[in-house]
């Protein structure tokens, strides 16, 4: 088990992908659970490095669901634009929807292939102290 920071850590799963996603808020849950999206999938940016910038606006039946849609969103832009993305930042936010504006970087090679977001051991709540924490299982 790899543990990169206070974020994120990695699970152990035979074939998939398992992230444990940390956050002070259901905000920076969602902003934690991007940037280790990002850091998984050892993008390497172009250089001279060229930023990117997207708008995204997710509409969902719950939480769990929204994380999930809000992921693989990002992990559609991904592949599409070859971009990764380190920062975002929300405009709306509640339990059911979310508006944000994403940015990051111009890719040119990814070192780990993320094929989806699943909703397999999908866990999300708040801790006692307050926190959110979040388990998430990716498709690799």
């Given at each position: 088990?790899?543990?990169?920071?206070?974020?994120?850590?990695?699970?152990?799963?035979?074939?998939?992908?398992?992230?444990?996603?940390f956050?002070?808020?259901?905000?920076?849950?969602?902003?934690?659970?991007?940037?280790?999206?990002?850091?998984?999938?050892?993008?390497?940016?172009?250089?001279?490095?060229?930023?990117?910038?997207?708008?995204?606006k997710?509409?969902?039946?719950?939480l769990?669901?929204?994380?999930?849609?809000?992921?693989?969103?990002i992990?559609?832009?991904?592949?599409?634009?070859?971009?990764?993305?380190?920062?975002?930042?929300?405009?709306?936010?509640?339990?059911?929807?979310?508006?944000?504006?994403?940015t990051?970087?111009?890719?040119?090679r990814?070192?780990?292939?993320?094929?989806?977001?699943?909703?397999?051991?999908l866990?999300?709540?708040?801790?006692?102290?307050?926190?959110?924490?979040?388990?998430?299982?990716?498709?690799?």
């Amino acid at each position: 088990m790899q543990n990169y920071n206070s974020k994120f850590k990695i699970l152990e799963h035979r074939a998939d992908l398992k992230l444990q996603i940390f956050g002070k808020t259901k905000e920076e849950l969602f902003k934690n659970a991007v940037l280790s999206m990002a850091e998984v999938m050892k993008a390497e940016t172009q250089k001279p490095e060229k930023k990117a910038k997207r708008e995204i606006k997710i509409k969902s039946t719950d939480l769990p669901a929204l994380l999930v849609d809000f992921l693989s969103e990002i992990l559609y832009l991904t592949q599409v634009n070859k971009e990764v993305y380190n920062n975002v930042k929300f405009k709306k936010f509640s339990d059911t929807e979310l508006e944000g504006e994403l940015t990051g970087q111009k890719v040119e090679r990814f070192g780990e292939d993320i094929k989806a977001v699943t909703y397999h051991s999908l866990d999300i709540h708040q801790k006692e102290d307050g926190t959110w924490e979040a388990t998430v299982l990716f498709d690799i």
